[in-house]
């Protein structure tokens, strides 16, 4: 049994720092600064710029017409929000599914907050001005925001950022 003595304890565990430092300084060939990616799905049109009313949701579906999965809604938030779109950048819309176990969301917008939640199952609560990031309860992902563009007086959605509950893959590429 030959055990090793601090100089070569010492000498070892340098050579792995270095190791480590070295690698942390190059980088991998894997590593880059992309954008995000979103789940693409046909373009769809949900209201008009004028129907929307400040802080008053619009419910919808999509990607597609299943309303197990594709509950959505829409808001004016009167605030600038991240992912927003309109003039203010003030429009937002998410699925109104939890993220933790599926619960409904589209009765629970909290216009006072800026929030949608508590969820009614374990009362997860998403910020809406900040990509629906989790302000507490269960759920460790964001609720997924749908991708709007607006035309004209028209607000379409073209995409959703992050998985919605209820399966591997997003619903439109569960049920195609």
């Known amino acids: 049994f030959n055990c090793i003595n601090r100089r070569q304890f010492l000498l070892y565990g340098a050579g792995a720092v270095s190791t480590l430092a070295l690698g942390s300084i190059f980088g991998s060939s894997s590593s880059f600064a992309g954008q995000a990616q979103f789940a693409q ?16 949701p619009i419910e919808f579906l999509y ?7 594709s509950k959505c809604l829409i808001v004016n938030i009167g605030e600038r929000a991240g992912g927003g779109v309109g003039p ?4 937002v819309a998410f699925s109104g599914i939890c993220t933790h176990m599926g619960g409904l ?3 629970v917008y909290k216009p006072e907050h800026k929030a949608i939640g508590p ?3 374990h009362l997860t609560t998403f ?5 629906g990031m989790v302000i507490a309860g269960h759920a460790v992902e ?4 749908i991708v709007l563009e607006v035309e004209g007086n028209s607000i379409y959605a073209t995409a959703v950022a992050g998985l919605i509950f209820g399966g ?8 195609r």
């Open 41 to 56: 799905y046909p373009r769809k049109r949900i209201v008009g710029l004028s129907e929307l009313k400040t802080d008053q």
């Open 63 to 69: 990607p597609n017409d299943d309303p197990t999965y």
């Open 88 to 91: 203010a950048q003030n429009i």
């Open 105 to 107: 969301l589209n009765k």
């Open 119 to 121: 969820c009614p199952n």
């Open 127 to 131: 910020d809406i001005t900040r990509h």
């Open 142 to 145: 964001s609720l997924p925001q």
């Open 168 to 175: 591997p893959t997003n619903p439109g590429m569960m049920f």
